[in-house]
T-cell receptor, first 114, second 114 residues
Framework: DTGVSQNPRHKITKRGQNVTFRCDPI?????LYWYRQTLGQGPEFLTY????????KSRLLSDRFSAERPKGSFSTLEIQRTEQGDSAMYLC????????????FGEGSWLTVV | GDSVTQMEGPVTLSEEAFLTINCTYT??????LFWYVQYPGEGLQLLLK?????DKGSNKGFEATYRKETTSFHLEKGSVQVSDSAVYFC?????????????FGKGTHLIIQP
């Protein structure tokens, strides 16, 4: 049973550069979520997909952030023109899709903007 | 909007002590409630959940009961071990807007001393 896989696990980038994270959900999970977690805080919801459709985006997701799930399988989260405030762990999660189902998380991708 | 409040940490206990981590919530409708655990350097893992009032979730000796009247979901364990040292997150999902994304508390860092 392969869980939710994220890469890269760690990324250090200079301010102003673009970064992209990839998430491979659990096979056949049709819902995929992105969260952001900063030190000392709980994860905050960013966006989610039902298959390839992006159905909800948080106010936290500024115009510099874009997420895709082109074939309803893996997803990418791109941050353009990174800022120091973007430094955080970006968590991907997936679920089978019915309300109340368990949401399974990946190990996260740490972003440090210097 | 939805919110989860849990006790501030760190909580430091001796091995075999009794553990309670308080969690209260505010939500529209009838949410599902969860406890997730995050071990150092790892992603979030579901510890237990409850989907309706008076349900008790349990796993690995941990328990929590969904109390609608007090909007609480306190985590308990009768005898903690050093291996229980981790950050514990209380969370809810109410399916608002068609999404079952999670709203998390800030987390409680638990430290168990031998």
């Amino acid at each position: 049973d392969t869980g939710v896989s994220q890469n890269p696990r760690h990324k250090i980038t200079k301010r102003g550069q673009n970064v992209t994270f990839r998430c491979d959900p659990i096979s056949e999970h049709n819902r995929l979520y992105w969260y952001r977690q900063t030190l000392g805080q709980g994860p905050e919801f960013l966006t989610y997909f039902q298959n390839e459709a992006q159905l909800e985006k948080s106010r936290l997701l500024s115009d510099r952030f874009s997420a895709e799930r082109p074939k309803g399988s893996f997803s990418t989260l791109e941050i353009q023109r990174t800022e120091q405030g973007d430094s955080a762990m970006y968590l991907c999660a997936s679920s089978p899709g019915s309300f109340g189902n368990t949401i399974y998380f990946g190990e996260g991708s740490w972003l440090t903007v210097v | 909007g939805d919110s989860v409040t849990q006790m501030e940490g760190p909580v430091t206990l001796s091995e075999e002590a009794f553990l309670t981590i308080n969690c209260t919530y505010t939500a529209t409708g009838y949410p599902s409630l969860f406890w997730y655990v995050q071990y150092p350097g790892e992603g979030l893992q579901l510890l237990l959940k409850a989907t309706k009032a008076d349900d008790k979730g349990s796993n690995k000796g941990f328990e929590a009961t969904y109390r609608k009247e007090t909007t609480s979901f306190h985590l308990e364990k009768g005898s903690v071990q050093v291996s229980d040292s981790a950050v514990y997150f209380c969370a809810l999902s109410d399916g608002a807007g068609g999404a079952d994304g999670l709203t998390f508390g800030k987390g409680t860092h638990l430290i168990i001393q031998p």
